[in-house]
Protein backbone atom coordinates (compact mmCIF):
# COMPACT_ATOMS: atom_id res chain seq x y z
CA UNK A 1 0.00 0.00 0.00
CA UNK A 2 2.72 2.20 -0.93
CA UNK A 3 1.79 5.84 -1.05
CA UNK A 4 3.99 7.38 -3.73
CA UNK A 5 6.18 4.69 -5.68
CA UNK A 6 8.43 5.17 -8.64
CA UNK A 7 10.10 3.09 -11.41
CA UNK A 8 12.72 1.77 -11.06
CA UNK A 9 15.02 2.60 -8.34
CA UNK A 10 18.34 2.35 -10.28
CA UNK A 11 18.89 3.40 -13.17
CA UNK A 12 22.13 3.54 -15.36
CA UNK A 13 22.81 4.00 -18.72
CA UNK A 14 25.18 5.57 -21.49
CA UNK A 15 25.23 9.08 -22.21
CA UNK A 16 22.73 10.22 -25.24
CA UNK A 17 20.14 7.70 -24.68
CA UNK A 18 16.56 8.23 -23.51
CA UNK A 19 15.43 7.28 -20.40
CA UNK A 20 11.73 7.38 -18.25
CA UNK A 21 11.27 7.38 -14.75
CA UNK A 22 7.42 6.24 -13.64
CA UNK A 23 5.60 7.66 -10.75
CA UNK A 24 2.33 6.65 -9.49
CA UNK A 25 0.46 7.81 -6.22
CA UNK A 26 -2.76 6.11 -4.55
CA UNK A 27 -3.02 9.17 -1.93
CA UNK A 28 -5.83 10.67 -4.64
CA UNK A 29 -4.06 13.75 -4.35
CA UNK A 30 -4.57 16.52 -7.51
CA UNK A 31 -0.74 17.43 -7.40
CA UNK A 32 2.25 15.97 -8.20
CA UNK A 33 5.68 16.82 -8.85
CA UNK A 34 9.59 15.94 -9.56
CA UNK A 35 12.16 16.84 -7.60
CA UNK A 36 16.19 16.67 -8.33
CA UNK A 37 18.54 15.97 -5.62
CA UNK A 38 22.23 16.59 -6.88
CA UNK A 39 25.42 15.90 -5.93
CA UNK A 40 25.35 18.48 -3.40
CA UNK A 41 22.14 16.95 -1.71
CA UNK A 42 20.49 19.90 -2.76
CA UNK A 43 16.42 19.11 -3.58
CA UNK A 44 15.12 21.19 -6.31
CA UNK A 45 11.84 21.63 -7.49
CA UNK A 46 11.62 20.38 -11.59
CA UNK A 47 8.19 20.40 -12.52
CA UNK A 48 4.72 20.00 -10.67
CA UNK A 49 1.57 19.20 -12.19
CA UNK A 50 -2.33 19.79 -10.82
CA UNK A 51 -4.94 17.82 -12.27
CA UNK A 52 -2.86 16.74 -15.38
CA UNK A 53 -2.06 20.54 -15.92
CA UNK A 54 1.47 21.92 -15.81
CA UNK A 55 1.47 24.40 -13.23
CA UNK A 56 5.49 25.18 -12.16
CA UNK A 57 8.46 24.59 -14.82
CA UNK A 58 11.84 25.57 -12.98
CA UNK A 59 14.85 26.09 -15.46
CA UNK A 60 15.00 22.68 -16.57
CA UNK A 61 16.34 22.06 -20.27
CA UNK A 62 13.69 21.15 -22.60
CA UNK A 63 15.25 17.51 -22.72
CA UNK A 64 13.40 16.49 -19.92
CA UNK A 65 9.63 16.19 -20.33
CA UNK A 66 7.08 15.13 -17.90
CA UNK A 67 3.60 13.82 -18.70
CA UNK A 68 0.79 12.75 -16.92
CA UNK A 69 -1.51 10.51 -18.40
CA UNK A 70 -4.09 10.84 -15.45
CA UNK A 71 -3.84 12.69 -11.95
CA UNK A 72 -2.54 9.56 -10.41
CA UNK A 73 0.75 9.22 -12.66
CA UNK A 74 3.66 11.67 -13.67
CA UNK A 75 6.35 10.52 -15.38
CA UNK A 76 9.54 11.65 -16.15
CA UNK A 77 11.04 11.19 -19.98
CA UNK A 78 14.73 12.27 -20.34
CA UNK A 79 16.16 12.20 -24.35
CA UNK A 80 19.91 12.38 -24.89
CA UNK A 81 20.96 12.16 -21.17
CA UNK A 82 24.01 13.79 -20.21
CA UNK A 83 26.32 13.15 -17.69
CA UNK A 84 25.42 16.27 -15.61
CA UNK A 85 21.93 14.60 -15.35
CA UNK A 86 23.40 12.09 -12.56
CA UNK A 87 20.86 12.58 -9.42
CA UNK A 88 18.70 11.27 -7.52
CA UNK A 89 15.17 11.88 -8.80
CA UNK A 90 12.01 12.39 -6.45
CA UNK A 91 8.15 12.54 -7.11
CA UNK A 92 6.02 13.76 -4.72
CA UNK A 93 2.55 14.58 -4.33
CA UNK A 94 -0.40 16.49 -2.54
CA UNK A 95 -3.25 17.60 -1.86
CA UNK A 96 -3.80 20.93 -3.59
CA UNK A 97 -1.06 23.31 -5.46
CA UNK A 98 -1.04 27.10 -4.62
CA UNK A 99 -3.03 28.84 -2.64
CA UNK A 100 -2.69 25.93 -0.03
CA UNK A 101 -0.41 24.60 2.90
CA UNK A 102 0.84 21.29 1.22
CA UNK A 103 2.62 18.62 3.16
CA UNK A 104 3.99 17.23 0.17
CA UNK A 105 4.33 13.22 -0.15
CA UNK A 106 7.64 11.62 -1.44
CA UNK A 107 8.75 8.44 -3.03
CA UNK A 108 11.60 6.49 -2.76
CA UNK A 109 13.77 8.37 -5.38
CA UNK A 110 14.80 6.90 -8.39
CA UNK A 111 19.23 7.30 -8.65
CA UNK A 112 20.31 7.92 -12.26
CA UNK A 113 24.11 7.51 -13.14
CA UNK A 114 24.83 8.50 -16.39
CA UNK A 115 28.15 7.04 -17.64
CA UNK B 1 21.05 32.34 -4.42
CA UNK B 2 19.87 29.83 -2.11
CA UNK B 3 16.91 31.09 -0.13
CA UNK B 4 17.01 28.77 2.63
CA UNK B 5 19.95 27.71 4.19
CA UNK B 6 21.19 25.07 6.71
CA UNK B 7 24.48 26.04 7.86
CA UNK B 8 25.05 23.43 9.93
CA UNK B 9 25.68 20.21 7.75
CA UNK B 10 26.08 17.86 10.64
CA UNK B 11 24.98 17.27 14.04
CA UNK B 12 25.97 14.94 16.87
CA UNK B 13 24.15 14.50 20.13
CA UNK B 14 23.78 12.23 23.16
CA UNK B 15 21.35 9.82 23.40
CA UNK B 16 18.10 11.42 25.58
CA UNK B 17 19.66 15.28 24.77
CA UNK B 18 18.32 17.60 22.77
CA UNK B 19 19.06 18.03 19.13
CA UNK B 20 18.73 21.64 18.03
CA UNK B 21 18.55 21.72 14.06
CA UNK B 22 18.72 25.37 12.46
CA UNK B 23 17.57 26.88 9.17
CA UNK B 24 17.23 30.55 7.96
CA UNK B 25 15.89 31.92 4.53
CA UNK B 26 15.98 35.03 2.72
CA UNK B 27 12.82 35.15 1.02
CA UNK B 28 10.54 37.30 3.47
CA UNK B 29 7.29 36.48 1.14
CA UNK B 30 7.60 32.87 2.43
CA UNK B 31 4.78 31.80 5.14
CA UNK B 32 4.68 28.47 5.19
CA UNK B 33 7.50 26.25 6.80
CA UNK B 34 8.06 22.22 6.88
CA UNK B 35 10.93 19.92 8.41
CA UNK B 36 11.26 16.75 6.57
CA UNK B 37 13.58 13.20 8.07
CA UNK B 38 15.37 11.12 5.15
CA UNK B 39 16.34 8.33 5.78
CA UNK B 40 19.39 7.17 3.29
CA UNK B 41 17.69 5.07 -0.20
CA UNK B 42 14.42 6.40 1.23
CA UNK B 43 12.26 9.84 -0.03
CA UNK B 44 11.80 12.88 2.67
CA UNK B 45 9.67 11.95 4.80
CA UNK B 46 6.87 15.14 6.67
CA UNK B 47 7.80 15.71 10.03
CA UNK B 48 6.53 19.14 11.28
CA UNK B 49 5.31 22.65 10.06
CA UNK B 50 4.43 25.79 11.13
CA UNK B 51 2.72 28.63 9.27
CA UNK B 52 3.97 32.45 9.38
CA UNK B 53 1.24 33.11 11.69
CA UNK B 54 2.67 31.55 14.39
CA UNK B 55 6.13 31.39 16.42
CA UNK B 56 5.89 27.77 18.28
CA UNK B 57 4.17 24.42 16.85
CA UNK B 58 4.94 21.26 18.89
CA UNK B 59 4.32 17.77 18.00
CA UNK B 60 5.34 14.74 20.60
CA UNK B 61 9.10 15.05 20.52
CA UNK B 62 9.67 17.62 18.27
CA UNK B 63 8.59 21.33 18.34
CA UNK B 64 9.43 24.15 15.70
CA UNK B 65 9.85 27.98 16.62
CA UNK B 66 9.66 30.44 14.17
CA UNK B 67 11.48 33.47 14.05
CA UNK B 68 10.40 36.17 11.42
CA UNK B 69 11.96 39.45 12.27
CA UNK B 70 15.17 36.87 12.41
CA UNK B 71 14.45 35.20 9.11
CA UNK B 72 15.31 31.26 11.64
CA UNK B 73 13.45 28.61 12.34
CA UNK B 74 14.64 25.79 14.29
CA UNK B 75 13.51 22.27 14.81
CA UNK B 76 13.88 20.70 18.51
CA UNK B 77 13.57 16.94 19.33
CA UNK B 78 13.89 16.26 22.93
CA UNK B 79 14.49 13.51 24.15
CA UNK B 80 17.00 12.76 21.14
CA UNK B 81 16.42 8.96 20.12
CA UNK B 82 19.35 6.73 17.63
CA UNK B 83 16.19 5.56 15.54
CA UNK B 84 16.24 9.73 15.31
CA UNK B 85 19.68 9.70 13.22
CA UNK B 86 18.82 10.72 9.77
CA UNK B 87 19.39 13.67 7.07
CA UNK B 88 16.72 16.80 8.48
CA UNK B 89 15.52 19.26 5.63
CA UNK B 90 14.40 22.42 6.00
CA UNK B 91 11.56 23.65 3.27
CA UNK B 92 9.43 26.82 2.95
CA UNK B 93 7.07 28.18 0.86
CA UNK B 94 4.93 30.73 -0.34
CA UNK B 95 1.69 30.81 -0.09
CA UNK B 96 0.53 32.00 -3.87
CA UNK B 97 3.19 29.33 -5.59
CA UNK B 98 3.34 26.48 -3.35
CA UNK B 99 6.47 25.53 -4.26
CA UNK B 100 8.65 24.27 -2.01
CA UNK B 101 12.58 25.67 -1.51
CA UNK B 102 14.67 22.73 0.16
CA UNK B 103 17.91 23.95 2.74
CA UNK B 104 20.73 21.51 1.76
CA UNK B 105 20.02 19.39 4.71
CA UNK B 106 21.34 18.54 8.64
CA UNK B 107 22.44 14.99 9.03
CA UNK B 108 21.91 14.07 12.65
CA UNK B 109 23.32 11.50 14.69
CA UNK B 110 22.00 10.26 18.16
CA UNK B 111 24.91 8.36 19.86
CA UNK B 112 23.49 5.64 22.23
Known amino acids: DTAVSQTPKYLVTQMGNDKSIKCEQN?????MYWYKQDSKKFLKIMFS???????INETVPNRFSPKSPDKAHLNLHINSLELGDSAVYFCASSQGSSGTYNEQFFGPGTRLTVL | DQQVKQNSPSLSVQEGRISILNCDYT??????FLWYKKYPAEGPTFLISISSIKDKNEDGRFTVFLNKSAKHLSLHIVPSQPGDSAVYFC???????????FGQGTTLQVKP
Open chain 1, 49 to 55: YNNKELI
Open chain 2, 27 to 32: NSMFDY
Open chain 1, 27 to 31: LGHDT
Open chain 2, 91 to 101: AASEMTTGKLI
